[in-house]
């Protein structure tokens, strides 16, 4: 089972360059699954239900987010109906919608899809390296294939997680810094891993925003509002191959496409 993830879509731009360039990787890659996390498509705080249903339409098969899904409060109503827009398994119960999904694949099986939020420099939420044990036992009764999008800050946190449940999940990619990290590996027991798959937005910015307003916000410690800056842009996502009756990944690769 071949499964693409793309790293976080950011405003206009991002969805954009999803337009132009998804369809290219389809037939390139020709993945079974198509994951990407979608927290920052709306204007880059959150997403809509108007956007997830549009990038659904483009050929993504499931979206995870983090901590951002809440900003649009539309968003929570979408959240309780459309189980592909998962939100991470450990925030506290009560909250819309889930933090898994079981997708049946046209040709590959069925494959899980898990998504957790850390907690180092981020909100206290429950443990997630008890929820990633809870729930890859939950999920691997339906699927040996388990793949984690782990929103994170820690380069330390996404790397211990990923140790932690070698060989329990298929992959773990690590999300939300929005800067592709070059230490792609599978790890001994069969997971695939990377601490940040990267962002699909703009080049020429600060994590997906203004490079003026984030240096503004550094020289003078107070708030400035972030916007998304025009100009070139780049597609960054992970291709991992996974073996669908195991569930252990064979080979996972860093992918980069600049508009």
Same mark, same amino acid.
């Given at each position: 089972?071949?499964?693409?993830?793309? /790293?976080?879509?950011? @405003?206009?731009?991002?969805?954009?360059?999803?337009? #132009?360039?998804?369809?290219?990787?389809?037939?390139?890659?020709?993945?079974?699954?198509?994951?990407?996390? @979608?927290?920052?498509?709306?204007?880059?705080?959150?997403?809509?239900?108007?956007? =997830?249903?549009?990038?659904? *339409?483009? @050929?993504?098969?499931?979206?995870?987010?983090?901590?951002?899904?809440?900003?649009?409060?539309?968003?929570?109503?979408?959240?309780?109906? #459309?189980?592909?827009?998962?939100?991470?398994?450990?925030?506290?119960?009560?909250?819309?919608?889930?933090?898994?999904?079981?997708?049946?694949?046209?040709?590959a099986g069925k494959a899980a899809v898990l998504n957790l939020e850390g907690r180092v420099f981020m909100s206290n939420?429950?443990?997630? *390296?008890?929820?990633?044990?809870?729930?890859?036992?939950?999920?691997?009764?339906? %699927?040996?294939?388990?793949?984690?999008?782990?929103?994170?800050?820690? %380069?330390?946190?996404?790397?211990?997680?990923?140790?932690?449940?070698?060989?329990?999940?298929?992959?773990?990619? @690590?999300?939300?810094?929005?800067?592709?990290? =070059?230490?792609?590996?599978?790890?001994?027991? /069969?997971? =695939?891993?990377?601490?940040?798959?990267?962002?699909?937005?703009? %080049?020429?910015?600060?994590?997906?925003?203004?490079?003026?307003?984030?240096?503004?916000?550094?020289?003078t410690q107070t708030p400035h509002r972030f916007e998304i800056p025009k100009g070139p842009v780049h597609l960054c996502?992970?291709?991992?191959?996974?073996?669908?009756?195991?569930?252990?990944?064979?080979?996972?690769?860093?992918?980069?496409?600049?508009?």
């Amino acid at each position: 089972m071949k499964v693409l993830f793309i /790293g976080d879509i950011i @405003g206009e731009p991002g969805r954009k360059m999803v337009r #132009q360039r998804l369809r290219g990787l389809l037939e390139m890659y020709c993945p079974d699954l198509v994951i990407a996390n @979608g927290e920052n498509a709306a204007g880059g705080f959150g997403i809509t239900p108007d956007i =997830a249903d549009e990038l659904f *339409f483009l @050929g993504i098969d499931v979206l995870t987010s983090g901590n951002h899904v809440w900003d649009k409060k539309e968003i929570e109503p979408y959240l309780a109906k #459309q189980d592909r827009l998962i939100r991470p398994a450990n925030y506290p119960e009560g909250n819309p919608g889930c933090g898994s999904v079981v997708i049946t694949t046209e040709k590959a099986g069925k494959a899980a899809v898990l998504n957790l939020e850390g907690r180092v420099f981020m909100s206290n939420l429950a443990d997630p *390296f008890r929820v990633a044990e809870r729930e890859i036992e939950r999920l691997k009764k339906e %699927t040996p294939v388990v793949i984690i999008d782990f929103h994170a800050e820690a %380069t330390s946190e996404k790397i211990a997680l990923a140790w932690h449940i070698d060989g329990k999940a298929s992959a773990v990619i @690590g999300t939300h810094t929005h800067v592709q990290t =070059a230490d792609e590996r599978v790890l001994p027991g /069969g997971t =695939a891993f990377i601490t940040d798959a990267g962002m699909t937005g703009p %080049t020429d910015s600060v994590i997906g925003v203004k490079k003026e307003q984030a240096i503004a916000r550094f020289l003078t410690q107070t708030p400035h509002r972030f916007e998304i800056p025009k100009g070139p842009v780049h597609l960054c996502a992970v291709v991992i191959d996974v073996d669908a009756k195991t569930g252990k990944a064979k080979s996972i690769e860093r992918i980069q496409v600049k508009s």
